[in-house]
């Protein structure tokens, strides 16, 4: 089936030490988005790519980045990671918005905590 | 800038009980997404509405879209505790391909 993926499901990673969160898709979709959700609320979009093209939100702080080497794969790193960074981090997809593409595809999620 | 102001933000009921989740804002969308999400998981998308006025059912929800697309609701019949989860309504307008997330409503199904 095609599908969003995200490794890993759960990251523990230690305060101020670099951590990667990976996502991968089979669904062939130009733009790929990253979220922060933390408990009950709702996703926070960090950024997102239209293929190539990265957009960042105004107040995703630069602690945040992100590599899109191809169509298939695009990652989170958090380079110094505080307290407050823990949380759950999803990755969707969905298409060109000339193809109908409101429409959004989350993987499962990466549970990030930072002890 | 466009909010989705959705209500109630908690919901806990009975199985067998209807309920009504609401979506709405001052600002037109081009449409509108409802996602159920589990706990521990990403959101799963359950519905999209475009056409104002637009009513879909899916199973026991039935889900619509106010007249001037600044609205939507999602009416669960008979709900079961496999409905319980974080409900969450995104609305889609201009070209960037953006979402604007509701807040979200939790619901608890109790057996």
């Known amino acids: 089936d095609a599908m969003v993926i995200q490794n890993p499901r759960y990251q523990v990673t230690q305060f101020g030490k670099p951590v990667t969160l990976s996502c991968s898709q089979t669904?062939?979709?130009?733009?790929m988005y990253w979220y922060q959700q933390k408990s009950s609320q709702a996703p926070k979009l960090l950024f997102h790519?239209?293929?190539?093209?990265?957009?960042n939100e105004a107040d995703t702080p630069d602690n945040f980045q992100s590599r899109r080497p191809n169509t298939s794969f695009c990652f989170l790193d958090i380079r110094s990671p505080g307290l407050g960074d823990a949380a759950m981090y999803l990755c969707?997809?969905?298409?060109?918005?000339?193809?109908?593409?409101?429409?959004?595809?989350f993987g499962p999620g990466t549970r990030l905590t930072v002890t | 800038t466009q909010l989705l102001e959705q209500s109630p933000q908690f919901l806990s009921i009975q199985e067998g009980e209807n309920l009504t989740v609401y979506c709405n804002s001052s600002?037109?969308?081009?449409?509108l997404q409802w996602y159920r999400q589990e706990p521990g998981e990403g959101p799963v998308l359950l519905v999209t509405?475009?056409?104002?006025?637009e009513v879909k059912k899916l199973k026991r929800l039935t889900f619509q879209f106010g007249d001037a697309r600044k609205d939507s609701s999602l009416h669960i019949t008979a709900a079961q505790t496999g409905d319980t989860g974080l409900y969450l309504c995104?609305?889609?307008?201009?070209?960037?391909?953006?979402?604007?997330f509701g807040q979200g409503t939790t619901l608890q199904v109790k057996p």
């Open positions: 969707a997809t969905s298409r060109d918005l000339l193809q109908g593409g409101y429409e959004q595809y």
């Open positions: 669904l062939n979709h130009n733009v």
């Open positions: 790519y239209y293929d190539k093209d990265f957009n």
């Open positions: 600002s037109v969308f081009s449409s």
């Open positions: 509405v475009v056409t104002g006025g």
């Open positions: 995104a609305g889609g307008s201009g070209n960037t391909g953006k979402l604007i």
